[in-house]
């Protein structure tokens, strides 16, 4: 476009408007995100010592691809529409709930499909997961999380919120194998009233390996600040240990705290999520789980909730 300068102002009118309209139709392009998830069976392997192979239900990128535990990340945008379609490739029913955002529980019978349409308008960490059959259905692995980021995609919690170098998302979940999957995926009736997991996970992964997933592991230059986003999907509290140094609680349960409070430990109540700021240290140091249970895998120590926080 010639400068303005140059241009009649009937022109020059013309030529912003056109300018706006076209920026108008590539914002609406570009803040819209589109998912299709699956809903399949299979197995899921906690490897190490303790570990075995779990039957689970969950969601999936693919059909008939394996169910993923936890299921996809879903990403968007402070006021982005959202759409996700999902199919139900299982024998049993089941629906897909955004803690939160959305509101839809109707069921989806096997074999059919449901699209759900939202619009988030504020920026955090919100778990999705299957509310049908009395937890069943999320103990079995239907779970996952939705990121909701500023409008501008800046590196910040949310919209004009705390700033962040890197960042890390923590999903930790527990389950009942002998009681609770073995049972439903062998299509039996489970036992609602007695819940006592064996396994203990972070992003799908007993601690070994969630100590060397660098999709887990908070590393990053010594003094970076980590945003690290947690979704307890599990049926049970869990209270996260950060060695080293203290940290920022900056959002319980999508409750932004006006003023941050700092602490080692992190109680995350079961089906809630949390975010913490953490100023990384110069070494290697842990984080646990503080309740020696579930740090295990099937009561061996040390294969549950786990990971570290690197410092270079």
Not at 83 to 104: A, E, I, P, Q, R
Not at 134 to 151: H, K, Q, T, Y
Request: hydrophobic share 40%.
């Amino acid at each position: 476009m010639r400068s303005p300068c140059v241009v009649a102002r009937s022109r020059r009118m013309l030529g912003l408007s056109a300018f706006f309209i076209l920026l108008s139709s590539l914002s609406s392009a570009v803040l819209a995100a589109s998912y299709t998830l699956f809903i399949q069976s299979g197995t899921h392997t906690v490897n190490g010592a303790g570990g075995t192979t779990l039957k689970v239900w969950g969601y999936t990128t693919g059909s008939g691809a394996p169910p993923m535990v936890p299921g996809p990340i879903l990403e968007a945008r402070e006021g982005e529409a959202v759409t996700v379609t999902v199919y139900n490739n299982h024998n049993k029913s089941h629906n897909f709930l955004v803690k939160g955002v959305t509101s839809d529980t109707t069921a989806i019978p096997a074999g059919g499909n449901r699209t759900y349409s939202f619009t988030p308008t504020k920026g955090g960490v919100y778990m999705y997961y299957d509310t049908l059959a009395s937890n069943v259905n999320r103990e079995m692995g239907m779970f996952g999380a939705l990121i909701v980021r500023p409008a501008d995609g800046s590196n910040r919690a949310w919209g004009s919120g705390p700033g962040y170098d890197i960042e890390r998302l923590w999903v930790i979940s527990d389950m009942d194998k002998p009681r609770w999957n073995d049972v439903a995926g062998n299509n039996g009736t489970v036992s609602t009233g007695t819940y006592k997991p064996n396994f203990f996970m972070m992003n799908g992964l007993g601690g070994f390996d969630g100590m060397h997933d660098p999709n887990s592991v908070l590393q990053g230059a010594a003094g970076q600040t980590g945003l690290v986003r947690i979704v307890n999907a599990g049926q049970l509290d869990e209270s996260l240990h950060f060695h080293a140094n203290h940290f920022r609680i900056i959002d319980v349960d999508g409750a932004r705290l006006s003023s941050p409070e700092y602490g080692d430990t992190i109680n995350v109540k079961a089906g809630t999520t949390a975010m913490v700021l953490f100023q990384l240290k110069s070494g290697i140091f842990p984080m646990h789980v503080h309740t020696a249970q579930m740090e295990t895998a099937n009561g061996v120590y040390l294969n549950g909730v786990a990971t570290l926080l690197v410092g270079n």
